[in-house]
């Protein structure tokens, strides 16, 4: 399996080519950003590569351009929904102990409403 080529069984390769729906808010040659379906904040999007790469690490290994599409797409994100003045949280849930349950690498954009730290 070459680094970066789409999986068959990947939920979020199918919403990259249209085949599972999603409420799409911006998306460019390289990323996509789209609504969280169990939002956990008023603002709450995944921004994914179209690239299929499992996570924040190997992204940034194999395709350190795109990490940093991926990157400034989540800001512009955050701005386009108002919540960049007030703050916003990046994350990425890297690994099952740590949450991730899509190994297609998103960035969850998360603002809207006072967020805690240390996460949980
Ligand atoms: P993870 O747990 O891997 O960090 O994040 C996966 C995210 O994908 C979760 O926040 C979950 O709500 C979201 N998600 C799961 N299935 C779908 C889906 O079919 N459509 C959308 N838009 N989001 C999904
Ligand atoms: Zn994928």
């Not at 789409?6 to 409420?23: E, H, M, N, S, W």
């Not at 996509?32 to 690490?57: K, M, S, W």
């Not at 989540?74 to 740590?98: H, K, L, Q, W």
């Amino acid at each position: 399996m070459a680094a970066g080529e789409p999986q068959a069984d990947c939920l979020f390769c199918k919403i990259v080519a249209g085949d599972v729906p999603a409420t799409i808010v911006h998306e460019t040659k390289d990323v996509v950003a789209f609504q969280d379906i169990n939002p956990q904040a008023p603002t709450h999007i995944l921004v994914v590569p179209r690239a299929h790469y499992a996570n924040a690490g190997e992204l940034g290994t194999e395709a350190p351009e795109l990490a940093g599409a991926l990157l400034a797409e989540a800001a512009a994100v955050a701005v386009g929904e108002g919540c960049s003045d007030s703050g916003y949280r990046i994350v990425f849930n890297t690994g099952a102990g740590a949450g991730q349950t899509v190994f297609h690498v998103h960035a969850h954009v998360l603002g809207g409403r006072g967020l805690n730290w240390p996460p949980g």
